[in-house]
């Protein structure tokens, strides 16, 4: 198996996981936060998407999904198309809402046909190509990649711990 063969494999994982944890979700579990605090689940998944969307879209040279698919109407999201939820206050991360959980899956679905499209037109030495020299060591595109795939796995868990703690869910079972 190839490294793109790899990266492609392992960017097709999330939404799986973003489909598990927004099955049967109801609007109020969606928007909810875990104990009163913390990030709600659909702005864990939100955030998720739109940081894959920004970073890919730059990487590939192309419009974000976000704004060429008219997510933000489609989800409801009432924020302007350049925001990707960095630097959020936990006031702005509460106030996020979307109009249904389908909505929010359907965003992802968009989100990862981009990268899966962007990753079949790369080649092993596109991925070694450096693409970021604010950084010590300089960052490649692969290790780009590597990095969006890694924040979003990380905040699709944040999002199935919280619909555990919310509703008594488990993974898995």
Same mark, same amino acid.
């Given at each position: 198996?190839?490294?793109?063969?790899?990266?492609?494999?392992?960017?097709?994982?999330?939404?799986?996981?973003?489909?598990?944890?927004?099955?049967?979700?109801?609007?109020?579990?969606?928007? !909810?936060?875990?104990?009163?605090?913390?990030?709600?689940?659909?702005?864990?998944?939100?955030?998720? !998407?739109?940081?894959?969307? !920004?970073?890919?879209?730059?990487?590939?040279?192309?419009?974000?999904?976000?704004?060429?698919?008219?997510?933000?109407?489609?989800?409801?999201?009432?924020?302007?198309?350049?925001?990707?939820?960095?630097?959020?206050?936990?006031?702005?991360?509460?106030?996020?809402?979307?109009?249904?959980?389908?909505?929010?899956?359907?965003?992802?679905?968009?989100?990862?046909?981009?990268?899966? !499209?962007?990753?079949?037109?790369?080649?092993?030495?596109?991925?070694?190509?450096?693409?970021?020299?604010?950084?010590?060591?300089?960052?490649?595109?692969?290790?780009?990649?590597?990095?969006?795939?890694?924040?979003?796995?990380?905040?699709?868990?944040?999002?199935?711990?919280?619909?555990?703690?919310?509703?008594?869910?488990?993974?898995?079972?």
């Amino acid at each position: 198996m190839d490294s793109i063969a790899v990266l492609t494999d392992a960017a097709s994982r999330p939404l799986g996981a973003v489909d598990r944890i927004l099955d049967g979700l109801d609007p109020d579990l969606l928007h !909810a936060l875990p104990e009163g605090r913390g990030n709600s689940i659909a702005w864990l998944v939100w955030h998720a !998407a739109r940081q894959w969307d !920004a970073q890919v879209a730059h990487l590939a040279g192309a419009a974000q999904v976000w704004e060429a698919g008219g997510w933000p109407t489609r989800t409801g999201v009432d924020r302007p198309d350049s925001e990707v939820g960095f630097g959020d206050t936990a006031e702005e991360a509460a106030a996020l809402r979307v109009s249904s959980a389908d909505a929010l899956r359907g965003y992802w679905q968009a989100v990862s046909d981009h990268l899966a !499209a962007y990753l079949s037109g790369l080649t092993e030495a596109s991925l070694s190509e450096v693409i970021d020299t604010s950084w010590d060591p300089p960052v490649t595109r692969g290790v780009r990649l590597i990095s969006v795939i890694d924040d979003a796995v990380a905040h699709l868990g944040q999002a199935q711990y919280a619909r555990g703690l919310l509703s008594g869910w488990r993974i898995g079972y």
